[in-house]
């Protein structure tokens, strides 16, 4: 009796078996079963029509797969649908209840002299959202402060002034903490020289400023640039000879070694004093791109200055490039975040080209600094989307601080769109809130930003959800990460 002809399996190696030549099909070693019939010949027009059947049967699985797993999404669309405005009016009411952390602000009262190492020149120019004439501030302040009136005469502005006057006599050194609670931040970073009672540690983190090791010479050059210079130069040596006193040194150490001991020794106690990450706001003074000298290099260049002279731009520019890697490998050994200054900033003769955040590229990329975590301050705006890139590296973040109130939440919201459709566990929100008068302090600044940062990165996820990207439950995730949980895990205590 002759046996019966053994079934075989449907469609073995599919993938391999339609890329294969006709002529390289070996039936016997693989055999196709099409409806339980066993193909036993090699002919041409049988191997067509098994081929029409395959393809047949995958496109109907494909649709069932389609029509049936609630996991498939259509492909994504180039614009948002109709219903972008329906999914933002749900998404902004939740991302409105996260309670956000702030990655870099300047909190402090209008005549604290530690708010930062330096100052604006006060005929600098102000970018519209900033002037006296936006009437965002009006609703800050009716939000904050019940402010009755619809303008900021003089005199209105006097009662401001004297509400917040009253408010901080009631609260003391609950005042800030309560301002927090108002707009909806849980935990603030402070930028700061130093940190005043009157910010709770519990609320606001200290993040400390290092650029004043890198000007220990004579700046008396390098303030002949432009005014700015010559007006925030004499404020880091100030802060260098402050530091120099806090470690009992009458004068530089007497050698370059021991020079980075003095430097190491303000670090860690301003770690032990509660800093959770340094500063560095150097691209006010010079580019972003650091060179790898060697040691010996900066130790000569120590010591011809060290009592005097005046460096050459060449040499205080060789010498800071190893000061600041140096700085970098302390910070990784200290488990302490480095924040940079990389965007446009105050005063008229801020240099944006010079200090481009690209300069950085070959420090993130550099393999020997993996185990320092970088926060790029202010996105490198207006070069952000060129910045979004460089978070590639795991150990680099993007926050969006100083754009939330430069530019409007339309602007702000493109920019998030960006980022969020590359690297959205990479960026952070930031308020860099500053009291630029009494009137229109750090308060108002924390309401602004964060206002402007819910409303963006609303639009943004909408239209990214409208577009068929991400579900509304992965929007709210990503809203979450920025506003919140990205920062958090940055500053988290180290184990």
């Given at each position: 009796m002759a046996s019966k002809p053994k079934r075989r399996r449907i469609f073995p190696n599919v993938g391999a078996r339609l890329a294969?030549?006709?002529?390289?099909?070996?039936?016997?070693?693989t055999p196709w079963d099409v409806c339980g019939l066993e193909l036993q010949q090699q002919s041409s027009a049988c191997l067509q029509l098994c081929r029409h059947h395959l393809a047949m049967a995958t496109f109907a699985a494909l649709a069932i797969l389609t029509v049936s797993s609630p996991c498939v999404r259509a492909q994504a669309h180039p614009l948002p649908g109709p219903d972008v405005r329906e999914i933002y009016n749900r998404l902004l009411p939740e991302i409105e209840q996260i309670r956000a952390f702030d990655n870099h602000?300047?909190?402090?009262?209008?005549?604290?002299?530690?708010?930062?190492?330096?100052?604006?020149?006060?005929?600098?120019?102000?970018?519209?959202?900033?002037?006296?004439?936006?009437?965002?501030?009006?609703?800050?302040?009716?939000?904050?402060?019940?402010?009755?009136?619809?303008?900021?005469?003089?005199?209105?502005?006097?009662?401001?002034?004297d509400q917040k006057a009253a408010a901080k006599a009631k609260l003391g050194a609950s005042y800030f903490s309560h301002i927090l609670d108002q707009v909806g931040i849980e935990t603030a970073i402070a930028n700061r020289v130093s940190m005043p009672p009157y910010l709770d540690p519990a609320r606001f983190r200290w993040v400390f400023f290092v650029d004043n090791f890198l000007f220990p010479f004579d700046t008396q050059q390098l303030e002949s640039r432009n005014p700015d210079q010559k007006l925030n130069l004499p404020l880091e040596r100030k802060l260098l000879a402050r530091n120099l006193r806090q470690a009992h040194l009458e004068n530089l150490p007497s050698d370059f070694h021991d020079y980075l001991k003095f430097v190491t020794g303000i670090v860690e106690a301003d770690k032990a004093?509660?800093?959770?990450?340094?500063?560095?706001?150097?691209?006010?003074?010079?580019?972003?791109h650091f060179d790898d000298p060697e040691e010996s290099r900066a130790s000569a260049i120590y010591a011809k200055y060290r009592q005097?002279?005046?460096?050459?731009?060449?040499?205080?520019?060789?010498?800071?490039?190893?000061?600041?890697?140096y700085l970098l490998r302390e910070a990784a050994r200290l488990h302490l975040p480095v924040q940079i200054h990389t965007s446009v900033g105050g005063g008229d003769f801020y240099m944006i080209e010079e200090s481009s955040v690209m300069g950085l590229e070959n420090i993130l990329r550099d393999p020997r600094y993996e185990n320092v975590t970088f926060v790029l301050l202010h996105g490198g705006y207006p070069h952000q989307s060129e910045a979004i890139w460089l978070t590639a590296r795991k150990n680099v973040y993007l926050d969006s601080s100083?754009?939330?109130?430069?530019?409007?939440?339309?602007?702000?919201?493109r920019t998030l769109k960006q980022w969020l459709e590359l690297f959205p566990d990479k960026i952070v929100f930031g308020s860099d809130t500053?009291?630029?008068?009494?009137?229109?302090?750090?308060?108002?600044?924390?309401?602004?930003?964060?206002?402007?940062?819910r409303l963006a990165v609303a639009a943004a996820l909408a239209?990214?959800?409208?577009?068929?990207?991400?579900?509304?439950?992965?929007?709210?995730?990503?809203?979450?990460?920025y506003l919140h949980d990205t920062a958090a895990k940055i500053y988290a205590p180290a184990h």
């Open positions: 294969a030549p006709s002529g390289d099909l070996n039936v016997k070693s602000g300047h909190p402090g009262y209008a005549n604290d002299p530690e708010v930062d190492a330096m100052e604006i020149p006060s005929d600098s120019s102000a970018p519209l959202r900033l002037r006296d004439e936006n009437t965002e501030i009006l609703d800050a302040v009716k939000f904050l402060f019940n402010y009755p009136y619809a303008d900021f005469s003089p005199d209105h502005q006097r009662w401001l002034v004093n509660g800093g959770v990450g340094i500063k560095f706001e150097i691209a006010y003074f010079r580019s972003l005097s002279g005046i460096p050459t731009f060449a040499e205080y520019h060789d010498f800071q490039d190893y000061v600041f890697r100083l754009m939330g109130i430069f530019v409007y939440p339309a602007e702000l919201h500053f009291p630029l008068s009494e009137a229109n302090g750090a308060e108002e600044g924390y309401w602004l930003a964060l206002k402007s940062a239209e990214m959800v409208s577009e068929k990207e991400i579900t509304e439950a992965q929007a709210l995730q990503m809203a979450r990460a």
